[in-house]
């Protein structure tokens, strides 16, 4: 039986909840969007006492900054996978967490092909209903 009125409980990894502070860092104000190339793709656990996430390091003409995808099981079960050498374009909110800049992917574009990460306002994807689907 479920209650309308007991508040929903997250299933997903530690920290990655819509209404987390990690998630709550993505400011739809400072969305960039920026070409370059994978140097490699990583875990990362973003802020401490967090699950573990995917980021990339990006090498743009003018920096390498760290890409954040999602929790492990989100970018896991994309259609399209981001490898090291991939050509891409990233569209995301730049932040700082903890204390160093990094991107939040909303999506990345790989040739024709776009993996989605977050919505428009930056309200991720992994916690939609398909999330119990791990």
């Known amino acids: 039986m479920i209650r309308a ?17 990690y998630c709550r ?9 920026l070409k370059g190339v994978v140097q490699r793709v990583e875990k990362v656990t973003p802020l401490k006492g967090m699950g573990e996430g995917i980021h990339l390091m990006l090498k743009t003409e003018a920096e390498t ?16 996978q ?18 160093k800049p990094v ?5 990345i574009q790989k040739g024709h092909e776009i993996v989605k990460f977050r919505e428009v306002k930056g ?3 992994w916690g939609g209903v398909e999330r119990h689907q791990r």
């Open 25 to 33: 860092l993505y400011d739809a104000r400072r969305v960039v969007t």
């Open 103 to 107: 991107i939040l992917a909303a999506h």
């Open 82 to 99: 981001i490898q090291a050498r991939d050509l891409i374009e990233v569209t995301g909110s730049r932040v700082p967490c903890d204390g």
């Open 123 to 125: 309200t991720p994807l």
């Open 65 to 80: 900054i760290p890409v954040h995808l999602g929790p492990i099981w989100y970018v896991k079960k994309q259609p399209v």
């Open 5 to 21: 009125d007991f508040p929903f409980q997250w299933r997903g990894s530690r920290g990655w909840e819509p209404e987390s502070a």
